[in-house]
Structure formats: structure tokens, C-alpha cells
Nanobody, 128 residues
Framework: QVQVVESGGGLVQPGGSLRLSCSASGVTLDQYAIGWFQQAPGKEREGVSCISASGDSTLYRDSVKGRFTISRDNAKNTVYLQMNNLEPEDTAVYYC?????????????????????WGQGTQVTVSS
């Protein structure tokens, strides 16, 4: 059984940084593409970033380009989302999700319907 767990959320002032982590049990993530999603209050869940199984392909939503960086450490079975220069508009619950992609190691997408296993989310609040 695949379990996905996010961590690293919290309260941060505008301009601050956080690093979110996504880990999984029951699978080794090196054959999985990983997506990070955010859901703000009253809004639909949106894709923020994704990384391919091999780590050589990444995608970002325009509003986070240059501020967020997705990376993976397959030896630690963990994917990270480094978030810098945070803005109040980044306030949301952040979710990590995985999709098995052993034959498309350079593929990822930011659309949620591609992903099968989801974590419970971690709250990020950007406020002074």
C-alpha cells in the first residue's frame, strides 16, 4: 500500500522561505513522477510543480517560476519543494502526489488527474 506524506509547512512572513518534503512508503519513488499541488481556501486544487522520475524534467506554474524549486533525492525516497520569496497568495494546503511512470522517466504533468496516490497535505501560511 502506497502512503504519501508531506511535511515542512508552517507560518512564514512574506519574503520568507519554506522547504516542503514528500516521502512515500510502500514504493521506491525513482519510478514515479511527483507533483506538488496547492489548494487555497475556496479555490480548486491547482498544480504548482512536477518532476519526472529521472529528475531531468520539471514544470512550474508561471506564478512560482523563479521562486519555487522542485528536486528529488531518490536515495532518500524524498521529493522537495523549496519555496522562496513567499507571498500571501501562496497561502494554501500543499499536496504531494505520485504516479507510476517506469517507461516515461522524463515525463511529468501538473494536471491532478494524472496522479494516483495523494498525501494529506501540509498547511503553508504566509502572513505578517
Amino acid at each position: 500500500q502506497v502512503q504519501v506524506v508531506e511535511s515542512g509547512g508552517g507560518l512564514v512572513q512574506p519574503g520568507g522561505s519554506l522547504r516542503l518534503s514528500c516521502s512515500a512508503s510502500g514504493v521506491t519513488l525513482d519510478q514515479y513522477a511527483i507533483g506538488w499541488f496547492q489548494q487555497a481556501p475556496g479555490k480548486e486544487r491547482e498544480g504548482v510543480s512536477c518532476i519526472s522520475a529521472s529528475g531531468d524534467s520539471t514544470l512550474y506554474r508561471d506564478s512560482v517560476k523563479g521562486r519555487f524549486t522542485i528536486s528529488r533525492d531518490n536515495a532518500k525516497n524524498t521529493v522537495y519543494l523549496q519555496m522562496n520569496n513567499l507571498e500571501p497568495e501562496d497561502t494554501a494546503v500543499y499536496y504531494c502526489a505520485t504516479v507510476f511512470a517506469p517507461f516515461q522517466t522524463s515525463w511529468c504533468e501538473r494536471e491532478s488527474y494524472f496522479y494516483k496516490h495523494w498525501g494529506q497535505g501540509t498547511q503553508v501560511t504566509v502572513s505578517s
